[in-house]
């Protein structure tokens, strides 16, 4: 509830008698979704509801009235009670948004290799990655339900699973790579400048993650970042020459460059 003030003029309505039943109802709607992070912070809300009590307090017990003044009075008594019940249920349920009711307990995988050593490893989607050697990578043993997050140092080959409902996606100190379906390989050692992502399959979004340089890679295509200068290279290249590390292989070759692109 943003708008407080109009919120205020029903509450005296109330108080006084003079509101209609759907703005009663109104009011009560209101207060009973007020939430601190954008509504009235707590400080309002204790004064409200101290103003509530001191208002049921004058108005069960006032002097000798005309019927029609009594009337009026418990009626507004009624009212004051109702609000403060309101109130109370709201400060004691636990203050979280929508988003907070939402986070699922998370539990991470980390896996490390040694110089040398590389990994085959099995996501709970069905995902497969090969870790190359010195590198670490971090992941949920279950994925959310709207995607699929992986943190990496150093250097991987993913073979991903295709669910067009959650996204994969790979973060790396320089670099955020998104798809849904591919395979491709993340070359991101720490102490380097340059990293490199090459795709075997399918279609890769690349974007940087300090800057506004960003890449679409198809099928045999590359880009070379440069975190210090802040630029990209994407190229043609062999992508067998990319993923000879995963089979164990040394290769060596010269990739044909295509313009810059960011």
């Known amino acids: 509830m943003k708008d407080n ?21 109104l009011v009560v709607k209101w207060l009973d979704q007020l939430d601190t992070g954008e509504g009235m912070d707590k400080q309002t809300v ?9 208002e049921l307090r004058k108005v069960t017990q006032p002097p000798m009235l005309g019927r029609s003044r009594k ?3 418990v009626w507004a008594a009624s009212a004051a009670a109702i609000l403060v019940c309101v109130f109370t249920f709201w400060l004691s349920r ?38 190359g050697n ?23 080959f993913f073979e991903v699973r295709p669910d067009s ?9 320089g670099l955020d790579i998104k798809v849904l379906g591919t395979s491709f390989n993340i070359k991101s050692y720490q102490g380097e400048t340059e990293q490199a992502v090459t795709v075997a399959t399918g279609k890769v979004s690349v974007n ?9 890679l198809e099928k045999g295509e590359q880009v070379i970042y440069h975190a210090v200068d802040k630029t990209g290279i994407k190229q043609m290249t062999d992508v ?11 290769r060596f070759g010269n990739p044909k460059r295509m313009r810059m692109q960011g």
Do not use: C
């Open 5 to 25: 003030s109009k919120l205020e003029v029903l509450y005296q309505k109330v108080m006084e008698g003079t509101a209609s039943p759907d703005e009663q109802a």
């Open 240 to 250: 067998s020459l990319a993923m000879s590390w995963k089979n164990g292989e040394l």
């Open 134 to 156: 010195v590198s670490t990578i971090r992941y949920p043993k279950n994925f959310q339900s709207d995607r699929r997050e992986l943190f990496l140092e150093g250097q991987a």
């Open 71 to 73: 009337v009026k009075f």
């Open 208 to 216: 940087a993650v300090h800057d506004s340089l960003g890449w679409m």
């Open 94 to 131: 636990p203050h979280r948004s929508a988003d907070q009711a939402q986070v699922q307990e998370v539990t991470y995988m980390t896996h490390s290799t040694t110089a040398g050593q590389r990994k085959l490893l099995t996501l709970a989607d069905g995902s497969r990655v090969w870790l």
């Open 46 to 54: 204790d004064e409200w509801q101290e103003r509530s009590m001191s």
């Open 165 to 173: 409902t959650r996204p994969f996606l790979v973060h790396t100190t």
